[in-house]
């Protein structure tokens, strides 16, 4: 008996023939376009992106966009909500800071990035002060989880909004009032004075045309005589304003981080449920002395040293993210949501201590086997770590 015959008598040998022929006679041989499919991914996926700044538009006194187009080819589609890691040298440092896109995705031909001003501020300074028509960055491409999705979130939207935190949301306005969506939303957004209101006049705009959209400004530090809400988003002004039954809304919350826990725990006032809450991190805290675990006594200002297994060493600072260390001096690690989400930065410590703010998502396996994230690790000790 020859092995032929042998391999007919295999249960299920004959059909799978049968299906060779027929994917022989009709299917599609992928082998011919070998490589095809990744050219499709990298347009839609692309590790980085080359972009330029075609437009800067002032929007208040402390607020600049700035419009980025691709230097070559097209800009991949993105989700309303999501933000680019953008690559800077500012002052001899290579750097990357996160914006969020605030142009809608139904706008394909840019990408628009507001970046606000803050106290000492470093890329924001360099972005707002120095940067001009033309210059170029690289970037990532979009990303993040911070964006609507009808099947899990519904219809039915808050969106709060503190300082810059409006940003995605004035990308998810924008879509929703271009695309003619169902979708019901109410912003309340907090500012600290009424001058440093980012987009007021196109969301006011945007809230006359559309019925289903509508926003309530809270100015915490308001002028004399100033008649609108005042005070911040308690859950008090949240009730009065939204009205009705809370039932089915789903909360999203972006802004600094005093408003976070600030709103946190109104929402839980509320008895919002944490399934309906959406909080966007927004980059390292700026006092990381008052998070909760900050070790009593120790001084943000002390200094430590942090060598690495290569041989080279550095000092750093205890309040500030080791990943600014090490970009000071000259070491550059890769980064994309420099708020201790993504495990971009991974890397091993050795030796020493870090303090890492809750919210840092560090896996089971990297705690156990001492894996930190330096975008969100602050040096509490002489440490030794190792670059992956
Ligand atoms: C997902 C996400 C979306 C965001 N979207 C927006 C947005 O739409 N608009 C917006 O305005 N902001 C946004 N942010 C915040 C933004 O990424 C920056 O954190 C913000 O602009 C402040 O950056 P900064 O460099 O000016 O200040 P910081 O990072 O706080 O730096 C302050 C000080 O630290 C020192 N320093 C920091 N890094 C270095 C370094 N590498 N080398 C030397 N010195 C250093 C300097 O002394 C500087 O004065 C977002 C953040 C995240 C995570
Ligand atoms: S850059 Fe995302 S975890 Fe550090």
Redesign the pocket.
Known sequence: MSLKDVMKDIEGYQEIVREIDVLNKYGTDYTAQKGQARQVLDLIHPKKLDLKVSEIIEETAS?KTLRLVPANGCLPPFQAGQ?LN?VVS??G???S??????SPPNQTAYYD??????D????????LDTVGMGDAFETSAP??N?FHNPLIHGDDLVFLAG??????FMSMIREAADRGTNRKIHLIYGSRSTDDVIFSDEIAAICARHPRIAWTLVVSEPPAGYAGRTGFITAGLMHDVLGGSLEGKTFFL?GPEAMYAFCRDELRKMGIPGRRIRV?????P?DVSAQPGWPAGKSRDAVVKVALTDGRSIEAHAG??L??????AGIVIPAL???GECSLCRTKLLKGEVFQPEGVKLRKSDIQFGYIHPCMAYPLSDLEIMLL
């Open positions: 607020t933000y953008l500012a002052g440092i290579v750097t800071r996160d914006y969020s896109i605030s990035i507001t970046v606000r001003r803050i000492d501020g470093f890329v924001s300074d360099f972005l990303a993040g911070f300082g810059s935190g409006v940003t995605p972006c966007e991190m927004y980059g390292p700026r500030e993210p990943m600014n260390s090490l970009e000071r949501c420099r708020s």
